[in-house]
């Protein structure tokens, strides 16, 4: 079982930061990637950031140098530092992850609630 909170959305103005944080609780599942995903109205859902279990990072090119993706293995948290927010920014940011489920022997990946992120022009 995997279970995912995440917190920290909310309305921002241009050029302003955010934290988003998202709890992963696991039980018999072996983590692997953990990312953050994006949907915008009208948009479908894109990856916005993610790490692969041997710590390599990975950004879509529109946030690339402006959010930081990272992932703190003894508080089982990762997070996305975004900087320089822009109003195109502005959509519901999803955690994801993905691993082996030790009771059903197979692969899975999670999804969080979602958290909406608002930047104002």
């Known amino acids: 079982q995997v279970q995912l909170v995440e917190s920290g959305g909310g309305l921002v103005q241009a050029g302003g930061s955010r934290r988003l944080s998202c709890a992963m609780s696991?039980?018999?599942?072996?983590?692997?990637?953990v990312g953050w995903y994006r949907q915008a109205p009208g948009k479908q859902r894109e990856l916005v950031a993610a790490?692969?279990?041997?710590?390599?990072?990975n950004y879509a090119d529109s946030v690339k140098g402006r959010f930081t993706v990272s992932r703190d293995s003894a508080k089982n948290t990762m997070y996305l530092q975004m900087n320089s927010l822009k109003p195109e920014d502005t959509a519901v940011f999803y955690c994801?992850?993905?691993?082996?489920?030790?009771?059903?022997?197979?692969?899975?990946?999670?999804w969080g609630q979602g958290t909406q992120v608002t930047v104002s022009s």
């Open positions: 790490i692969s279990s041997g710590g390599s990072t």
């Open positions: 696991t039980s018999r599942f072996r983590i692997y990637d």
């Open positions: 994801n992850v993905k691993g082996y489920n030790r009771v059903n022997m197979r692969s899975e990946d999670y």
